[in-house]
């Protein structure tokens, strides 16, 4: 069982980490020397290029978010072209709040409910053709808490009771003695022996806890399972995931999209290291942020992705630090096609192959909302 839902997972942690290769512009065509008021009005530009593409192309009649603009030959362990991920639907629903369209965002949760929603679970993967997936991803789940707890905020009405009803849920499947556990199938009612760093979103657990006391103590548990995948100064990125088993961290590769979703969940509590803010900054200004590294800082390879740029740039404002900011999103427009004739205008996309995730577009949508 473990096994299986472990591939599952697997899929999704793939998918997340998907690398965009061919970037169509320089840094510098895009910063140059512009005054702040021409780089707003480009930002805003390039994002509403971006949003109209999925808008239009990606999302689906029931209001989900295609995973891959093609249509791509089913796999069993990794979702792709008209399956929906509730990771797009989380981030989907995030944006329209940062965007303050109440209509999106409804018409988001709708599919949530209709489609995600098992009774037990948010499942982590629709399929058209087989329906919802009997499991779930703590992170997935616990970021659409967070659209609703925004949402409560940002338009009024219910959002706020719908949060803390799958906080509850959530609480009692991916939750034991303050810990996160990673996945929950529901066929067996078990979950995993192990927790991925970067699906520890801490300021969640926080706001939670401003309204449910539990939630207080997970945030303190796991907070400190966050701190300590610290690889060091020598490089300071975070591990992939932990053991309660055997009480360790990963010693495998890192995944740079992971160990950047770890260091945004601590910048927004105000615990990421400047260390690691540093270190990412001098890659992204260089243009050479990978991604994937080995523990002792080399590169995996020299695939570069629009996400791990988009991520940065989220950690630069979370961080207040704008010149991070800034780079991230100079090096994250150079994946954006730019071509009007080309059917993936608009896009972050490989304009040749037509090739792109929705992952990476909802981050860039998120990046350019700061």
Do not use: H
């Not at 689906?60 to 990771?87: P, W």
């Not at 993967?125 to 949402?151: C, H, K, Q, T």
């Not at 939750?175 to 066929?187: G, I, K, L, P, Q």
């Amino acid at each position: 069982m473990k096994k299986c839902a472990l591939a599952l997972l697997a899929g999704v942690l793939l998918l997340a980490s998907a690398c965009s290769a061919g970037p169509g512009e320089s840094p510098s065509e895009t910063a140059g020397t512009e005054t702040d008021a021409e780089k707003t009005a480009e930002i805003t530009r390039r994002e509403a290029l971006c949003f109209q593409f999925l808008l239009e192309k990606m999302i689906n009649a029931d209001g989900g978010v295609r995973t891959n603009y093609l249509n791509k030959d089913f796999d069993a362990e990794l979702a792709s072209g008209a399956q929906v991920l509730s990771e797009s639907m989380g981030l989907w629903m995030l944006y329209a709040v940062k965007a303050g369209d109440q209509a999106l965002f409804d018409r988001s949760l709708g599919f949530v409910e209709s489609k995600l929603d098992t009774g037990v679970l948010l499942s982590y993967r629709y399929s058209p053709e087989d329906g919802a997936y009997p499991v779930n991803a703590f992170l997935d789940d616990i970021r659409i808490v967070r659209a609703l707890l925004l949402a409560q905020e940002a338009f009024g009405g219910t959002y706020g009771e719908t949060a803390l009803s799958y906080a509850d849920r959530l609480y009692g499947t991916n939750v034991a003695e303050s810990r996160v556990y990673d996945f929950y199938d529901e066929r067996y009612g078990a979950a995993g022996d192990s927790v991925t760093l970067c699906y520890l979103d801490l300021d969640t657990m926080r706001m939670l806890g401003e309204q449910d006391k539990k939630w207080t103590s997970v945030y303190g548990v796991m907070l400190d399972v966050a701190q300590g995948g610290y690889l060091g100064d020598g490089f300071p990125l975070y591990a992939g995931t932990y053991s309660y088993v055997d009480g360790a961290y990963s010693a495998q590769d890192i995944v740079t999209v992971q160990a950047l979703l770890t260091m945004l969940n601590l910048a927004r509590v105000g615990e990421c290291p400047q260390s690691s803010i540093a270190y990412i900054k001098r890659q992204v200004e260089n243009g050479a942020l990978y991604g994937g590294y080995r523990t002792d800082g080399t590169a995996a390879g020299r695939a570069v992705a629009t996400a791990v740029y988009a991520i940065c740039a989220q950690i630069g404002k979370a961080a207040q630090d704008e010149e991070l900011y800034a780079a991230s999103i100079a090096q994250m427009d150079r994946f954006q096609v730019m071509d009007a004739d080309s059917e993936v205008y608009g896009a972050f996309a490989d304009a040749e192959t037509l090739d792109l995730y929705a992952f990476d577009n909802l981050m860039a949508l998120m990046a350019y909302r700061g």
